[in-house]
């Protein structure tokens, strides 16, 4: 019988990691500059493993294996052909990461045989009031322009910068260049890929003392040059009902503020879900009886054969729910 799964969590060191991600998630380890918690990854060498109950030990490659449609749905199973469809991750970034761009799925499987990567994001916390983003382009450009500005280093002139604050949402369809800002610390939701074109990174240099490479040439072909006036999410926060932030081809996702318990009908939905816990805490109980707990910095899988789910706040808790 198939139950609701938590993984381990794959931390990854980062030239622009920060120290918050092992408090957030109360974890008992040493590890420095913590940029990202991969909380579920299918990503061939960083698959997660479950941490708990008859399936522990078992990565999520495995898990497809065994369970197939009954854990991702069925028309998700034929149609990522077997692969579990979604990467979820904690960023936290003390520096700036680099200015990039991801391929969409037709460059993407025609270069790397991958899927592309289309992705959101959700601001958990903004340092203070001292955070900031790029996300689209502000004005239009040609590619020969995109080439020039890479070779004078002024692309972040074309970008739209954005001041951040906690509960902001941005989505970046395959092709939109951005980047992550110093003290942004968020949820990310994006399609099971690992494949970044890196444009500009300020001219860091690494541990080592050399400058990481650049993709300036794949770039240009993976850009989206069209350019929008605002690339921000806006919706209303509400408490005890679903808000939806984003339905795209690869993802629909909602965020959660509740102070009462609710309960969640899946009976008509063919997926698996996924809930972020962003603040707070609840306890969980699905149609089989199976109760977790779930509290800030944890992730939890739902198989698809999940048919209902009853949530039980510990006064309040915060949370992402996601789909395909």
């Known amino acids: ?40 990854s299918d990503v061939p060498g960083d698959e997660s493993v479950v941490a708990d109950g008859a399936d522990a030990g078992k990565n999520l490659t495995q898990l497809m294996q ?64 001292k955070a900031h983003l790029y996300s689209g382009l502000k004005k239009k450009i040609t590619p020969e322009e995109y080439a020039q500005m890479i070779e004078e280093n002024t692309i972040c002139d074309a970008l739209d910068k954005y001041d951040v604050q906690p509960g902001d949402v941005f989505f970046l369809p395959a092709g939109r260049i ?20 890196r444009i500009y990174d300020f001219n860091r240099r690494d541990k080592n003392g050399n400058l990481r ?14 350019v929008e006036n605002d690339y921000r999410t806006h919706y209303t926060p509400r408490k005890d009902e679903p808000v939806e932030l984003v339905s795209c081809p690869y ?5 959660y503020n509740l102070t009462e318990s609710m ?27 199976n109760c977790i707990s779930l509290k800030a910095g944890e992730s939890v899988l739902f198989p698809a054969t999940t048919q209902n789910l009853e949530v039980v706040p510990n006064g309040e808790v915060s949370f992402l729910e996601t789909y395909v």
């Not at 969590?9 to 998630?25: A, C, M, N």
């Not at 490479?213 to 069209?226: C, F, G, M, Q, V």
């Not at 009908?265 to 009886?289: A, H, P, Q, R, W």
């Open 251 to 255: 993802f629909t996702t909602s965020v």
């Open 1 to 40: 019988m198939m139950y609701p799964l938590k993984f381990k969590p794959i931390l990854k060191s980062t030239l622009w990691g920060g120290e918050r991600i092992i408090p957030f998630k109360q974890l008992d380890c040493q590890q420095e500059q913590v940029g990202e918690s991969w909380e579920i």
């Open 213 to 226: 490479e650049l993709h300036t040439e794949l770039s240009k072909d993976a850009i989206d040059y069209t």
């Open 263 to 289: 309960t969640m009908d899946y009976s008509e939905l063919d997926s698996f879900v996924i809930y972020i816990c962003m603040k707070g805490s609840c306890t969980v109980t699905d149609n089989e009886g």
């Open 66 to 129: 065994e369970y197939k449609e009954k854990l991702v749905g069925k028309e998700n199973y034929q149609r990522f052909q077997g692969k579990f469809p979604l990467l979820i991750k904690f960023i936290d970034a003390k520096q700036d990461l680099s200015i990039q761009v991801h391929p969409n799925d037709e460059l993407a499987m025609k270069r790397h045989q991958s899927m592309g990567k289309t992705e959101m994001w959700y601001i958990i916390d903004n340092t203070g009031g």
């Open 178 to 197: 951005h980047s992550i800002g110093a003290g942004c610390f968020l949820a990310e939701i994006q399609q099971t890929s690992n494949i970044t074109y």
